[in-house]
Antibody, heavy 119, light 111 residues
């Protein structure tokens, strides 16, 4: 069974840094693109970017370029997204997702990591 | 505003049929990129409903069907059930953005 297990909920203050993770089974990661998706409270899904853990090829949505850093460690089948200085507007649930379908389709999702940024 | 446009809400009575549209442009759906559909129940991660425009993963009832034509795609749900009440999203690829794009989402209410 394919599993993407994300790190737990976070509560941070504005200006703090954060790195959240997404761990998958070995075959899940090294041969597939892994994406990150933001969902702000009560809002829709927003594509942030993707990474291919096999060679760390990374692509960002123009809306998130420079705002976050996506990385991966293929040796432990884990992908990450990090912020160097959080803002209140980063409050959202973040999902990782596996692109396992031809035609840039997502077939499996992590359970989501809620992030709250508040002073 | 999303690159893929969906109606914010649709509703129908149990047993009825509804359709949700996903309208794009020549750089995404109109360019031939596949459309995929997801169902998101409250408080849960999205779930794959339709992939490759028309295909259903195993376990998804055949009440759910997808289609694509020109710069648009549609999701149809026949025989509406109370458990279908959820948010629905389309997903495709956009060549001008060089990445994936989601529709804005449609909230389905079963009356």
């Amino acid at each position: 069974e394919v599993q993407l297990v994300q790190s737990g909920a976070e509560v941070k203050k504005p200006g703090e840094s954060l790195k959240i993770s997404c761990k998958g089974s070995g075959d899940t990661f090294n041969n597939y693109w892994i994406g990150w998706v933001r969902q702000m409270p009560g809002k829709g899904l927003e594509w942030m970017g993707i990474i291919y853990p096999g060679d760390s090829d990374t692509r960002y949505s123009p809306s998130f370029q420079g705002q976050v850093t996506i990385s991966a460690d293929k040796s432990i089948s884990t992908a990450y997204v990090q912020w160097s200085s959080l803002k209140a507007s980063d409050t959202a649930t973040y999902y990782c997702a596996r692109y396992g379908i031809q035609g840039w389709g997502i077939d499996h999702w992590g359970q989501g990591t809620p992030v709250t940024v508040s002073s | 505003q999303s690159v893929l446009t969906q109606p914010p809400s649709v509703s129908g009575a149990p047993g009825q049929t509804i359709t949700i549209s996903c309208t794009g442009s020549s750089s995404n759906i109109g360019a031939g990129y596949d459309v995929h559909w997801y169902q998101q129940l409250p408080g849960t991660a999205p779930k794959l409903l339709i992939y490759g425009n028309i295909s259903r993963p195993s376990g998804v009832p055949d009440r759910f069907s997808g289609s694509r034509s020109g710069t648009s795609a549609s999701l149809a749900i026949t025989g509406l059930q109370a458990e279908d009440e959820a948010d629905y999203y389309c997903l495709s690829y956009d060549s001008s953005l060089s990445g994936s794009i989601f529709g804005g989402g449609t909230k389905l209410t079963v009356l």
